[in-house]
Every structure is written in C-alpha cells, then in structure tokens.
Nanobody, 125 residues
Framework: QAQLVDSGGGLVQAGDSLRLSCAGS????????IGWFRQAPGKEREFVAA????????RYVDSLKGRFTISRDNAKNTVYLQMNSLKPEDTAVYYC??????????????????WGQGTQVTVSS
C-alpha cells in the first residue's frame, strides 16, 4: 500500500509556471509507475503524463507535450509535474496515481490503484 500526497497547486496567471509534487509514504514510489491526471469542473478525469519506475521513460497526452514535464527523484520518493506556459484551460484538480503492479505507461485511470488527494490549479486569464 502506498500513500500519495499531492501538493504545489495554486492560483497563477496565464503564462506562469507551477511545479506539482507527489510525495509517497508507505511503499516506496520507486517501485511504481506514476501517472498524473487532472479533472476540470464538469469534466471527466483525464490522463496527463506517466513515468516509468526508473524515470527513463515518459508518456504525455499529445495536447500537453512541450509544456508539461514529468520527472521523479526516487531518493526523495517524489514525482514532479513541471507545468509551463499555463493556460486557463489547464485549470483543474491535479492528481497523482500509482500502479500497484507494473502495467505500463497507460492512460486508463482504472489501471492505477493508489491516488493522491488532489491539488487545485487555477489559471486566470
């Protein structure tokens, strides 16, 4: 069992940057593929990015490539999501999630077993 804590969200202006963190406790995050997802008001939760256990492989939703970067520091048991050039449409609650067994860098939320509580990101125009 892993416990995940999301942090780093806030209110920013369009064009600003934020870095979200996903800190793990219990089971070490280094043994898990980690994904970031987001959910905007009135919309379904959607995949943002995922990273392999070693950090050597990443996957992004096409629409966010070049603006968002996922990374991890296994020594700190933390995964990050660097978000640059933020837009109002990036406003959402952002969640990190971990796979209990390695299934791959997948976008299906049902394949992630443990979730953080979410952190709100609001981008004003």
């Amino acid at each position: 069992q892993a416990q995940l804590v999301d942090s780093g969200g806030g209110l920013v202006q369009a064009g600003d940057s934020l870095r979200l963190s996903c800190a793990g406790s219990g089971r070490t995050l280094s043994s898990s593929i980690i994904g970031w997802f987001r959910q905007a008001p009135g919309k379904e939760r959607e995949f943002v990015a995922a990273i392999s256990r070693s950090g050597g492989r990443m996957r992004y939703v096409d629409s966010l490539k070049g603006r968002f970067t996922i990374s991890r520091d296994n020594a700190k048991n933390t995964v990050y999501l660097q978000m640059n050039s933020l837009k109002p449409e990036d406003t959402a609650v952002y969640y990190c999630a971990a796979q209990s067994i390695e299934r791959g860098l997948l976008s299906n939320i049902k394949l992630y077993d443990w979730w953080g509580q979410g952190t709100q990101v609001t981008v004003s125009s």
